[in-house]
Each structure stands twice: as C-alpha cells, then as structure tokens.
C-alpha cells in the first residue's frame, strides 16, 4: 500500500541502469506473435525476463495486451502465445453471414461481449495504479483514440502518476481496471464496438498512434527528466516490401487510384504509418540508443488470421528475421544490459533523502 501511495503522489524508484531502458510495442492484432519471438531472443542473449529488462513499456491495442501480460501478470513469452492463439480461436471463429449481420446491428463483425469476457478472464479486475505494489512492475502506459470530442486525441492508460506540478502532452488516467484499459486500446472500428468510460468514447489507438514510441520517450522523460536514455526498443507487427510497378507497360486506371475508396485507404495508411515514425526517431537519436525492429512478412497477415499454416509461416518470418539481424539484437542486448555506476548509485541515494525528507 506504500508503493501504491507514492505512486499516486507521484514518487518514481530510481532506474536501476546507466539510464531509462524503454520497451514500445506497435498494434496488429494476432500479428503480436512476432513480437513475442522477438522478445524470446532478448531475454536468451541477456539471461532476463522482459519485465526486467525495461523501465517503461508502452503499447497500442495487441501492443497494449502485451505490455499488461509482460509487466503486470509476469507471463511466460511461451503462456502468452498459447493465450494469444486460444482466444483468437474462440473469438474470431465464425461465419461470414453472423459477423455481416452483427456489423449491421452493432458496428462490430466480431462478438464484442466475448471479447469483453476473455480480456476480463486474462488480464483481470485490478486497477491499474494497484500494479504499483509490485516493486518489479515496469512504469505501464497504453494508448486509446478519443473519438467524441472536436478533434480524434490520444489517451494514455497509465499504471502511475506524473510527479507533482508536471504534466504530459496527453491526457489520460491511471484509476481505471487493466482490462478497460486493454479493452480500449484494442477497440479496432468494425471488428468491435467502441468502448465508452465515463463521458470519453474511445476506439482502437492504432487508428491514431499505431507506433507508440515517441510516446513512451515523452513519458519517461517526464519521470525521469533527470536521467538519460539508456536504450530504446521499438518492436512492429510486421511489413511487406512495397509492390513496384515501375518498368511495367500495363498504366494504372486513373479512375481507380483517384476514387473515394483509394483515397480514404491511402489516407488511412499515412494516418496509422508506423515507420513513419521510426525515420524521424532514427535521425534523431543516438544509433547505439535506438533499435527498431519490423520484421518482413512473405505475405502480409489479417490481424485476426486464425489459419494455422499461415501462423506458421508467419513464425517463420520472424525467424529469419532474427537469423539476418543477429548483431542487431545483440546490440540492443548490450545496451539493456549496461549496468549503472557507483557514482551514479551515490547520487540516486542523495536524490531519495533529498526527496524523502526535503533537503
């Protein structure tokens, strides 16, 4: 109850590396597979579990159901995987005439009452500031899209509260239970319903900030605005090599690439473009700080794809993933794994009694 005081007051340990290590997972859906591989490769180079690995983990819609099974339920990479795949099989196994007739009436092609029902089973009724008891619980944040205000915003699920008398660029809360909070971020328009709190209707963060990165930079440096970055890792679902028509003799219809459709799809993808992001990180930070990591896939997956042969090979896609980017990970691996110095541990000790006491 303490922790979960201070917390509330606004009270941060002390980052237990040379600085802040951040973990930001991108959404997907059933695509969130690749990134538990991925994760099984830095805890096998570093000796660690993930939770351990990171001071703040941040994550949008599959991104947000990771971050909560990683940092507050402490689950195997292998438990989670089996979960993620158990309820894809119970939620997103049905026929094409119910889910039509479900989206006419309800907006949502899939059953969202049983999606509501195995976020609750998984993740549970706690409150998100009650993670905070637990000393080995990373600092937590996911991201929903508000819908019904004048313009779309994003908002952050927290498991902690900004210090006194600073404040984030994004609004959010941390009082509410993990489940709403994954509920919200993962509420993807026409495969569920939206989802409402209090006055705020919130939709899937993907549809905002699909790569939530530059977020989960913002919020450490609030925290702990006096520390550096150690190292951040940023995980995607996935991506396919871009079809070239060049050299090509057969011209593109002119009524087709300027339809409504085409438009709207392609203003779509500018809205939700995760490597968008990753450019303007990349110039910025500091090459052995930031890594970045986006598989290619064979064939691009639906986010709710429960055919086993194409799970297959999307797991086999990630494992070449790995294989070519060995001495990137093992990089990363290396940053994690930066321990803090003495110097630097004398100083946090001050900075406690300083805060601790007022001198």
């Not at 993670?131 to 600092?139: E, V």
């Not at 339809?259 to 992001?277: C, M, P, Q, R």
């Not at 110039?283 to 890594?291: G, S």
Request: glycine share 6%.
């Amino acid at each position: 109850m303490l922790r979960q005081a201070l917390s509330l007051l606004g009270y941060v340990d002390p980052v237990p590396g040379k600085g802040i290590r951040i973990l930001s997972i991108d959404g997907g859906g059933i695509r969130g597979l690749l990134v538990l591989e991925m994760l099984k490769k830095l805890e096998e180079l570093t000796g660690k579990r993930t939770y351990e690995l990171f001071d703040l983990i941040c994550g949008t819609s599959t991104g947000a159901i990771l971050t909560f099974s990683i940092g507050i339920h402490k689950k195997s990479l292998d438990e989670i995987g089996k979960v993620y795949l158990d309820i894809s099989n119970e939620v997103f196994k049905q026929s094409s005439l119910w889910g039509t007739g479900n989206l006419v009436w309800t907006q949502s092609y899939y059953s969202t009452p049983l999606w509501e029902k195995n976020l609750k089973h998984y993740l549970g009724d706690a409150r998100l500031i009650e993670t905070s008891r637990d000393p080995l619980c990373p600092k937590l944040c996911v991201v929903s899209a508000i819908v019904n205000q004048s313009h779309l915003s994003a908002y952050l699920f927290r498991n902690y509260s900004l210090p006194w008398k600073v404040r984030s660029q994004y609004s959010g809360g941390s009082n509410y239970k993990v489940w709403e909070a994954a509920r919200a971020s993962a509420a993807a328009p026409t495969y569920f319903e939206e989802f409402k709190l209090g006055d705020l209707i919130h939709q899937d963060g993907g549809i905002l900030v699909n790569n939530p990165t530059a977020i989960a930079i913002h919020e450490a440096k609030l925290l702990w605005p006096n520390q550096p970055i150690q190292c951040v890792v940023s995980f995607g679902t996935g991506r396919t090599v871009p079809s070239n028509n060049k050299g090509k003799s057969k011209e593109i219809d002119p009524a087709i690439n300027t339809s409504w459709k085409n438009k709207f799809f392609k203003i779509l993808d500018s809205a939700t473009d995760t490597e968008g992001v990753h450019t303007m990180l990349n110039d910025l930070m500091p090459v052995d700080v930031y890594y970045r990591f986006n598989p290619y896939l064979m064939e691009m997956v639906s986010m709710v794809e429960i055919d086993e042969a194409k799970l297959e090979q999307l797991k086999r896609d990630a494992l070449m993933y790995l294989r070519r980017n060995e001495d990137k990970f093992c990089a990363a691996a290396e940053s994690l794994s930066e321990s803090k110095s003495y110097i630097q541990k004398s100083k946090d000790w001050v900075d406690f009694k300083r805060d601790l006491y007022g001198f």
